[in-house]
């Protein structure tokens, strides 16, 4: 390997060969950015700004020339559009060291080697492995042995390090670099349809509190990533960056990407004190709260500091299911008593459900459908189980039979959210599809005011949302990359996923980390 002087990282286009564009403020590769040494010309080149093509985005980082290319992916439903930047970023650039990155290639790090394409991929947290990486290439080290949570090649064979260590201090690791990914050209986006990653308040930025959980869900591969340990920022770091959000970048809207956010209670009221003492015109909300740690008293202080909607993961309206099938610390006996509280205060609401895990039955799905129409959040989504690398689904699926003929991480057709994969023998994908279309329809709009309120959620019109609603119950939900339900099968590559607009996508807490 040469000497490196140049380095770009990037993300492929989520819009690539029929899927949906997703242009979201770039966490990941401006904390990358924040830890590669000065000494090096650095470009975070993110290819959703101005919706760049395959060829243009390619243009650009062969004009650039990098020594070294840093490719981050989100989730494995990317997983081939990933494969094919890297390939054809290869091809053109046959000297540059090629490191990959994300939730997908630590997940699945045998199957992102597995073409032969990149040189590294960094597993984990890759705000201290990237660096060391880099001075390990500087020194010119060519045995990686002890470098852990690293993929490379030994004579040609593949060598995985598993991930050991993690960064214990997280008020070590420096704020985005945000002067590098150009942060105010993201201001004049936004991702109508998602009430996940749709900001109400613009300019808006992305931030993350915590890492790891030590919770058991069978659905969730975050252990796998970031580790069983929960650990924090402390609550004077995460007021720190949102003074130097707001001051420097003039933020009305911080969306919070963690899975534990409110898990140390204490930490996180001493953040809310501080947003409320500061009074800055700044809202924020949480897009993956913990419904079982909210009280009253938290909700009250969450909203005097300018929250403004609550996005509860339920995830199954059976008791029996939360407690030994999903296996999630949830009791549904409090749902009620949060949504009655969260009404009197004025918070906005959405509602999260899995139906078809391994091990539910027809009946207990019924009943998450029964109890998402009485809880009546402004807006209601459900996702169908998916066997992600990793988790304990995908072990029981497997173990069960439930997977069909052919099934690999590596094949597009089992993979996008609204797309079931899971066969038991008391459902089959399309019931499904069927049922989930339908009901998702009756339970939203089954007046003009829920109608209203969750185009509200979506930031949508209503006329869009009439659009979206015919062409959710004409492909049952699985494939229509925008509301005017545009078909790809023409496109480039017609084995790509189809995903309808209700994907989870990851539940996007994964843009932390790619």
Avoid at 101 to 114: F, I, Q, R, V
Avoid at 261 to 281: A, S, T, V, W
Avoid at 290 to 302: G, K, R, S, W, Y
Avoid at 358 to 375: H, K, N, V
Wanted: hydrophobic share 40%.
């Amino acid at each position: 390997m040469g000497t490196i002087k140049r380095i770009l990282i990037t993300v492929p286009n989520t819009s690539w060969f029929g899927k949906r564009l997703w242009v979201v403020p770039p966490y990941t590769l401006a904390m990358l950015g924040a830890v590669t040494p000065p000494h090096y010309e650095l470009n975070l080149f993110d290819p959703h700004l101005g919706n760049l093509g395959f060829e243009q985005a390619l243009a650009e980082i062969e004009a650039f020339g990098p020594d070294l290319v840093g490719i981050t992916c989100m989730s494995l439903e990317y997983a081939p559009t990933f494969h094919r930047y890297a390939a054809e970023i290869r091809r053109r650039l046959p000297r540059a060291v090629i490191v990959l990155g994300g939730p997908y290639a630590t997940t699945s790090t045998d199957l992102a080697m597995e073409d032969g394409v990149a040189d590294f991929v960094v597993m984990g947290e890759g705000e201290e492995r990237f660096p060391q990486l880099l001075a390990a290439l500087e020194e010119g080290r060519t045995d990686f042995s002890a470098f852990d949570g690293l993929a490379w090649r030994r004579d040609g064979v593949t060598v995985v390090n598993p991930i050991v260590t993690y960064i214990e201090n997280l008020d070590t690791v420096p704020f985005p670099n945000y002067a590098k990914a150009q942060l105010p050209r993201y201001f004049e986006s936004n991702n109508a349809f998602g009430n996940v990653m749709n900001a109400r308040y613009e300019p808006y930025a992305i931030t993350t509190t915590s890492r790891g959980c030590p919770y058991p869900c069978i659905y969730c591969s975050t252990e796998a990533i970031d580790g069983k340990r929960i650990r924090f920022r402390t609550a004077e770091n995460v007021l720190a960056e949102v003074d130097w959000l707001v001051n420097e970048f003039g933020i009305k809207e911080i969306l919070f990407l963690d899975d534990n956010l409110i898990f140390n209670k204490p930490r996180f009221r001493k953040i809310l004190q501080g947003l409320i003492e500061r009074n800055y015109d700044l809202h924020w909300k949480s897009v993956n709260l913990a419904t079982f740690l909210l009280t009253d008293e938290l909700l009250e202080q969450m909203w005097e500091a300018k929250c403004y909607q609550l996005i509860l993961p339920i995830e199954s309206g059976n008791q029996y299911v939360l407690d030994h099938v999903l296996r999630k610390p949830l009791k549904l006996d409090r749902v009620a008593g949060i949504m009655k509280k969260a009404r009197e205060l004025g918070f906005e609401t959405a509602s999260d459900f899995i139906i078809g895990s391994p091990g539910e039955t027809w009946d207990q799905i019924r009943d998450s459908f029964r109890f998402a129409e009485e809880m009546d959040a402004d807006m209601t989504s459900f996702h169908i189980a998916t066997p992600l690398p990793r988790t304990q689904m995908y072990e029981i699926a497997r173990e069960k039979g439930y997977l069909p003929e052919g099934f690999n991480f590596g094949s597009s057709q089992f993979f996008g959210f609204g797309r079931g994969c899971i066969t038991t023998e008391e459902f089959t994908p399309r019931d499904l599809h069927m049922l989930r279309a339908l009901e998702w329809d009756r339970i939203n709009f089954k007046t003009p005011e829920k109608k209203a309120r969750f185009a509200r959620m979506a930031g949508i019109g209503l006329d869009e949302l009439e659009r979206w609603r015919r062409n959710t119950i004409r492909n049952l939900g699985i494939y229509f990359p925008n509301a005017e339900g545009t078909d790809y099968t023409a496109q480039e590559n017609a084995d790509a996923p189809r995903e309808g607009l209700l994907d989870k996508n990851g539940r996007f807490a994964k843009v932390v980390n790619g």
